[in-house]
């Protein structure tokens, strides 16, 4: 961002002005300048008129609002938009943003530019899990992703990123968690068990590489968007995890059979999400063995609890460490970014994370309710939680593992007030604050080039001035289309590959080096 501060067009300051003066009318300069190149299509103030049009996309994605604004002239946008400053590239400092030192010094007073930035872009990894996902209970294809692999990223206007689909993931939907699962009230489905779940992606692009630093390997787990009524489906029941020999470990039982469950029936789910993501990440790591790597883990609301617990167990097989033929050991950095995620298992499991080096930063809005669940008796604020947890093995104990970088929605000008939980709970509405953040205390100021609108993708939070439907985001024509009848019909998709050729070997692999981790072959 600091290539934005100073134009090699900016007048020159009038030299006869006094000192004072010409520092306000180089900020003033600046100010506006940079307005113009990060926001110019964003309003800023609720005095701007505000008109909408909407245009729909020639593909199969969203119809997304094109904001038109006429800016008020007694407006000054400086109080609202600001911009950030870091001198060293990214590629320097990617362990820090990785949460090398606990993000220590990159939160508050300031929020770190490039941590800035790497939240924002992980969100929108996780982001893509919702936009890519078919919720349509009248589709056959409900409950599956919409977008091949290979055209996974172009479809979400994302081919700019450097990454493509190494894999998807799934999980069977016959565990007791039924208003997660997505079902189709069609008898005609692609399956009657699974549901797609998320991605693994990998970076790709020679230029991202050396912009990140490394090779960095993402898993984003889908979530829930809005709907809130799988928190009571929870059990609140804390079982062993078994990943390791120490049965004192525990996580909440539905995370638990989600990530663990599978059915041989399915194809898609004959093996467990937890056996997809670790035989696949031995896959990757072998493949690009002698390169620098880096395993980012993100997932919002339910999605965030499997991106920890997926963390834990990455690490807990021992697959993020690397042994030379001197056998001096290196770790992959583990890193989970996690948006509105419940707590998943007890201080023991806190503890076991932080010994295995998996660094958690989770992203949360305090008026949020999903993360102050499960453990509400007892949580890591109790006081005498270790001790009711050693003496009296006390089942409803829990504790949030990571660095929490806690967000208020009230401090967003672009907000309105609402009693609406899901708004509260939106994954957009969170990168939008993260975008305003500056520290705590400090005024909220916009900074990176997210457009506001999308806010109001899948609900209705934005003050109605800006002129942005609620809930805007859907397929053309809801991904219907005209056949050579002239007939509307919902069309024939691709089929999509379940698991990879090479999987089995892998996860056999898996099986022989552990043998206290439940995997077995289906």
Known sequence: MTSLLVSPNQPNINPTLPPNSQGLLQRHYLINKTINLIFPN???????????????????????????????????????VSHDQEQRPLSEMWKEMQGLNNWEGLLDPTLNPHLRQEIIRYGEFAQASYDSFDFDPHSKYCGTCKYQGAH??????????????????????????????????????????????????????????????????????????????WIYDLK??????????????KIESGFHELYTKKEDTCKYCSFSAREQVLAEIKRLRERYEGEEIS??????????????????????????????????????????????????????FKERCDELGVKVLRV?????????????????????????????????????????????????????????????????????????YHGKGKKFRLVTKRDIALVN??????????????????????????????????????????????????LEQLLNKSSSSQLEMP
């Open 42 to 80: 964003i309003p800023y103030s609720p005095n701007l008129k505000t008109t909408t049009k909407c245009s729909s996309s020639s593909s199969s994605l969203s119809s997304t609002p094109s904001i038109h604004h006429e800016w008020d002239e007694n407006i000054q946008p400086e109080t609202l």
């Open 152 to 229: 996974f990223f172009e479809n979400l206007d994302m081919a700019d990123r450097g990454y493509q689909i190494s894999r998807y993931l799934y999980a069977t939907s016959n565990i007791n968690l039924p208003n997660f699962f997505q079902k189709s009230k069609i008898s005609s489905v692609w399956s009657t068990h699974a549901n797609w779940m998320g991605y693994v992606a990998v970076a790709t692009d020679v230029d991202e590489i050396k912009r990140l630093g490394r090779r960095d390997i993402v898993i984003a787990w889908r979530g829930t968007v809005t709907y809130l009524e």
């Open 236 to 249: 609140d029941i804390l079982r062993p995890a078994y990943f390791c020999s120490d049965p004192s470990v």
């Open 295 to 348: 395993i980012t883990i993100t997932g919002h609301s339910l999605g965030a609890a499997l991106a920890i617990l997926s963390a834990y167990d990455i690490a807990e097989m021992g697959l993020d460490v690397i042994r030379d033929d001197g056998r001096v050991e290196t770790k992959i950095p583990i890193t989970v970014y996690s948006f509105s995620g419940p707590r998943v298992g007890n201080l023991k």
């Open 364 to 436: 949360i809005n305090v008026h949020d309710k999903v993360p102050t669940v499960p453990g509400i008796i007892a949580n890591e604020k109790f006081r005498y939680q270790k001790y009711i947890e050693d003496t009296i093995s006390f089942p409803w104990s829990y504790a949030h593992v990571g660095v929490e970088l806690a967000l208020d929605h009230t401090q967003s000008p672009f907000l309105k007030p609402t009693n609406d939980f899901g708004c509260a709970h939106n994954l957009e509405a969170h990168l939008h604050l993260v975008d305003g």
């Open 457 to 506: 993708k899948s609900c209705d939070f934005l003050k109605s001035q800006y002129g942005v439907p609620p809930v805007w985001r859907q397929d053309e024509n809801k991904g219907m289309v005209r056949n050579r009848d002239g007939r509307w019909v919902l069309p024939e998709r691709p089929k999509v590959e379940a698991h990879p050729p090479d999987m089995v070997h892998h």
